[in-house]
């Protein structure tokens, strides 16, 4: 039985939304076998209150969720990550910081739900199917066999999810 935890990595421009969403997601399904964390390359400074709505909506836990910096988990002392996912498409073009350990990345683009206007409802909507994009993503990756599967092969899945359920 494997007992290693698995640190993974959500990362979005702003931090406020996707990523937040994403990690609390991991934390919440993955208990026991994941920590996941997020983070930003130009973070908002705030979490969309829409995105802290839907998680509280899941009866998943939002204390202590903050927009933060990328920077924070390429520095000294942080955790070494296994896995880091960008969950938007402008992330995923940026440079990113050298993280310590040698994660598997792969590209997991959602649309950005923060950038719809309307109506509540139509924004709470895409809200809702931006984090229902990312927890079929999350359940798939936390179907994979881990401990039994090469590095290649598990590098492979996790891109190939990324391309499944797309919004």
């Known amino acids: 039985m494997d007992t290693k935890v698995y640190n993974a990595l959500f990362i979005c421009t702003g931090n406020s939304a996707r990523s937040i969403m994403a990690e609390g997601l991991l934390n919440h399904f993955g208990r026991g076998r994941f920590r996941a964390y997020s983070a930003g390359s130009h973070p908002a400074g705030a979490v969309n209150p829409l995105a802290l709505a839907l998680l509280h909506k899941w009866h998943i836990p939002t204390d202590g969720f903050r927009s933060k910096s990328w920077n924070e988990f390429a520095a000294a ?23 310590p350990g040698q994660p598997m990345t792969a590209h997991w683009g959602v649309a950005d739900p923060a950038t719809v206007e309307g109506p509540d409802e139509v924004r709470a909507r895409a809200f809702l199917d931006a984090a229902t994009v990312l927890k079929r993503r999350i359940e798939l990756m936390l179907a994979l066999p881990l401990q039994s599967l090469a590095r290649m092969s598990l590098q492979r899945e996790i891109e190939r999810i990324g391309k499944s359920g797309a919004a």
């Open 77 to 99: 002392g942080a955790p070494e990550m296994d896995f880091v996912f960008t969950v938007c498409d402008k992330a995923a073009g940026e440079v990113c910081p050298l993280w």
